[in-house]
């Protein structure tokens, strides 16, 4: 399912190819999440001419609204959403330790799942790992999360070594009902398994090596810590990097706050990432800018963390589009003059043209990575 075409000579970044049954995808790979079933302001013509290979969705949100049953029935989420390109899902797991990190009152775990009460209408509901991984093949998405418990990062050594251990004893009950699925479907659905351990690194280590023999066709690294806390990321990676299973895709899940970050996970082996912050940061008017420089893998720009706040005075009459070796659709056609006119009157164009940039300079950014490694 999954093959490495070409590693760099300077750093771990590597170039894959990854089967799905919508198609292949290139990695290193950006994944926008489309949490609800949408990606905000955008159509599935904006997202596919930003350059985006595939979409993540969220088990628990679909499942509560508008049900995968619902969406089974339509003929699953490819067609629901009007998009015929790979999609993952999440499994839940994370949502659920949200929840419960907002109130403990909403969430009870037990060995056998988790038990917990709707914010939408507060009705009450179960998630087991078998649960979650049928909910994510009535949705039919191409690529399944296992269902897992998630640590904070608060946690004591033996508390996160408690939350590990029930993560991969899940694992094996997620392993066994894809199967059963995938072969009573006739499906061909991939399904990865999260490594928790939070910021421990010896239990990051034992996660990994439990996996390292199971029929998981990814290696996900989940929980608090991943892209949120960047410093502890790099470290993390690059003291696990060795143990990798280099023939499986290494996907860091909610990592890709910033490009930067991106860069920096890549170049430490790392094949998938996801998260909202650039959809989300261009809607709150910062743009990404910049360059890579491919001596030191920095972006570099004349702006902070290559972020353009469009809102700023200093662009009132700046007729320039946002980045001037971005070849997206909005800074093809609008100057930053304009748009700061847009984001300071509210109006909804704004955040496509925005939302439209940040993607496609992500995935340009991305794509700008993997044609220097190819040609190195
Ligand atoms: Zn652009």
Sequence with gaps: MFKVLKTSK????RIGKLKTEHGFIETPVFMPPATKGYLKSLDVKDVDNAKTQMLLVNTYHL??????SYIKKFGGIHKFMGWNKPILSDSGGFQVWSLNKRDQKLV???????EFTSILDGSKHIFTPEKAVKIQHNLGVDILMAFDQCASDELSLKESENVLDKTNRWLMRNISEHKKLNKRNGSNKLLFG?????KYISLRKKA???MKDLEIDGLALGGETIGYNMKETKKLLDNIYDIFPKEKPIYTMGLGSKPQDMIDAI???VDMMDCVNPARLARHGSLFVGNLDFKTFKIKSSEKDNILRIGQSKYKNDKKPIDKNCDCFTCQNYSRAYLRYLYLVNEPLYLRLATIHNLHFTNMLINTLKDFIKNE
């Design 194 to 198: 999260i490594a928790q351990g939070g």
């Design 208 to 210: 990994i090596d439990f």
């Design 108 to 114: 009870k775990v037990n060995d056998q799942g988790v």
């Design 267 to 269: 170049i430490r082996g």
């Design 10 to 13: 300077k750093n771990k970044a």
């Design 63 to 68: 499942y509560l609204k508008p049900g995968d």
